[in-house]
């Protein structure tokens, strides 16, 4: 049974979705693997490490994709890659299936079984496979390194002969995976740390990280749902948190804002007037720009000067650390192949509710609900 990884073609990708040394498990366990020449090169790794590894490298892609049974990928395929892969074969990676599902047309057409990471569900058995979890704590930490770059103050308290450096003080707004991994880098680099969440919950978390949590009093509701994610709030409980917002954002040095709602916009936190509060200098980085932003004036991947403030809105982080963030990612997937490949061949249980919830696909269907809802509000 062929596996096959590709030289992701996304504008911007620099990460590969299987690293060598998951390449050679694989062939222990009796699979074939093809690599793309390159596909490595841009996370740091050499084709001849992918040779050596025991895989076979070619440059010609048609073949690769003709040729694929498991075909791991980062970003989902163009739409005339999809068309190439055979009927059968098994994809997996991160295909957007709920914000961008019409995308996926072609491949679901030609009976390609697809298989989304950002579906795998949220469950301990399925931690390892979290690709979701593994990206955002890469995200988080680069937000601060981004932040304290361009900040035009250290870090750090210093006290020094020429008197003393105050520390830097980062606010971190939604507190999930990548603000807690913000918390604990901005913690690191000697900053003291604010952070603010809907979830009463991430205040444990967030103090464990030696971080003060700002609570809102949102009159008694419960803002947590029953998968632990956060729910979507009225207008009146989000001025609350907005308000807040804007009085701790005025003090300032770093703004890093994470908050997201499950397959819905991110929510507006940040107002224009609180932009324009900020103190000169103050770097903001919107880590929700993918999903329209937690700030009125983000222009998503795009970088702002408003009044001397530093408005960041990277669409993808992770490909500023392509080494760390393509060896999570291999890890997650090689455990997610741990369920699907036995003795050498594809053994698709949907029983499992890890295969049943991040199956898109199969069988030229939409098999998913979520998915095929969303497909329909596309139409
Ligand atoms: P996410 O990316 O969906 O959202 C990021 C954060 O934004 C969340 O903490 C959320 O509460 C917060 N948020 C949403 N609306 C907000 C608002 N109006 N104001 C302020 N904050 C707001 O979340 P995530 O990082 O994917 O994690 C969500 C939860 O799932 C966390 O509790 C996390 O610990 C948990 N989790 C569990 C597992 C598992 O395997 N059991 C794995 C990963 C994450």
């Given at each position: 049974?062929?596996?096959?990884?590709?030289?992701?073609?996304?504008?911007?990708?620099?990460?590969?979705?299987?690293?060598?040394?998951?390449?050679?498990?694989?062939?222990?366990?009796?699979?074939?693997?093809?690599?793309?020449?390159?596909?490595?090169?841009?996370?740091?790794?050499?084709?001849?490490?992918?040779?050596?590894?025991?895989?076979?490298?070619?440059?010609?892609?048609?073949?690769?994709?003709?040729?694929?049974?498991?075909?791991?990928?980062?970003?989902?395929?163009?739409?005339?890659?999809?068309?190439?892969?055979?009927?059968?074969?098994?994809?997996?990676?991160?295909?957007?299936?709920?914000?961008?599902?019409?995308?996926?047309?072609?491949?679901?057409?030609?009976?390609?079984?697809?298989?989304?990471?950002?579906?795998?569900?949220?469950?301990?058995?399925?931690?390892?496979?979290?690709?979701?979890?593994?990206?955002?704590?890469?995200?988080?930490?680069?937000?601060?390194?981004?932040?304290?770059d361009t900040l035009p103050r250290l870090f750090p308290m210093l006290m020094t002969a020429a008197g003393t450096v105050a520390p830097a003080k980062v606010f971190v707004i939604g507190a999930g995976v990548a603000g807690l991994q913000a918390i604990a880098t901005a913690r690191r680099l000697g900053a003291v740390v604010?952070?603010?969440?809907?979830?009463?919950?991430?205040?444990?978390?967030?103090?464990?990280?030696?971080?003060?949590?700002?609570?809102?009093?949102?009159?008694?509701?419960?803002?947590?749902?029953?998968?632990?994610?956060?729910?979507?709030?009225?207008?009146?409980?989000?001025?609350?948190?907005?308000?807040?917002?804007?009085?701790?954002?005025?003090?300032?040095?770093?703004?890093?804002t994470t908050a997201a709602i499950p397959g819905r916009r991110s929510p507006l936190l940040i107002r224009r007037d609180a932009v324009e509060n900020m103190r000169a200098g103050t770097v903001l980085v919107d880590l929700a720009a993918a999903g329209g932003g937690n700030c009125e004036l983000t222009k998503p991947g795009?970088?702002?000067?408003?009044?001397?403030?530093?408005?960041?809105?990277?669409?993808?982080?992770?490909?500023?650390?392509?080494?760390?963030?393509?060896?999570?990612?291999?890890?997650?997937?090689?455990?997610?192949?741990?369920?699907?490949?036995?003795?050498?061949?594809?053994?698709?249980?949907?029983?499992?509710?890890?295969?049943?919830?991040?199956?898109?696909?199969?069988?030229?269907?939409?098999?998913?609900?979520?998915?095929?809802?969303?497909?329909?509000?596309?139409?």
């Amino acid at each position: 049974m062929r596996l096959v990884i590709l030289k992701e073609a996304a504008v911007g990708e620099t990460r590969v979705a299987l690293q060598p040394d998951a390449v050679k498990k694989l062939i222990d366990k009796g699979l074939e693997v093809s690599v793309e020449a390159g596909a490595g090169v841009a996370s740091g790794i050499s084709d001849q490490t992918y040779a050596e590894a025991g895989a076979t490298l070619t440059a010609d892609r048609a073949a690769l994709l003709g040729s694929a049974e498991i075909l791991p990928v980062i970003n989902a395929p163009s739409a005339e890659d999809q068309r190439k892969i055979k009927p059968g074969c098994v994809v997996i990676g991160f295909l957007r299936p709920l914000d961008a599902p019409a995308q996926l047309l072609p491949a679901v057409e030609s009976g390609v079984t697809l298989f989304a990471v950002e579906l795998v569900p949220r469950i301990t058995r399925a931690q390892a496979m979290d690709a979701l979890s593994s990206m955002a704590t890469i995200a988080g930490y680069k937000a601060v390194i981004l932040a304290a770059d361009t900040l035009p103050r250290l870090f750090p308290m210093l006290m020094t002969a020429a008197g003393t450096v105050a520390p830097a003080k980062v606010f971190v707004i939604g507190a999930g995976v990548a603000g807690l991994q913000a918390i604990a880098t901005a913690r690191r680099l000697g900053a003291v740390v604010e952070a603010y969440d809907v979830r009463a919950a991430a205040g444990e978390q967030v103090r464990s990280l030696g971080a003060k949590f700002l609570d809102v009093d949102l009159g008694g509701l419960d803002a947590e749902d029953k998968g632990g994610y956060a729910k979507e709030l009225s207008e009146e409980a989000l001025d609350r948190g907005r308000d807040l917002i804007a009085k701790t954002a005025k003090t300032a040095d770093v703004i890093i804002t994470t908050a997201a709602i499950p397959g819905r916009r991110s929510p507006l936190l940040i107002r224009r007037d609180a932009v324009e509060n900020m103190r000169a200098g103050t770097v903001l980085v919107d880590l929700a720009a993918a999903g329209g932003g937690n700030c009125e004036l983000t222009k998503p991947g795009e970088t702002q000067q408003i009044n001397g403030v530093t408005l960041f809105a990277p669409l993808n982080l992770t490909t500023a650390v392509p080494g760390h963030a393509s060896q999570l990612y291999s890890r997650n997937i090689i455990n997610f192949l741990a369920l699907i490949v036995k003795d050498g061949a594809l053994q698709l249980n949907f029983e499992d509710e890890i295969l049943s919830g991040s199956c898109v696909a199969r069988e030229g269907k939409v098999v998913n609900p979520r998915v095929a809802s969303a497909l329909e509000a596309t139409k």
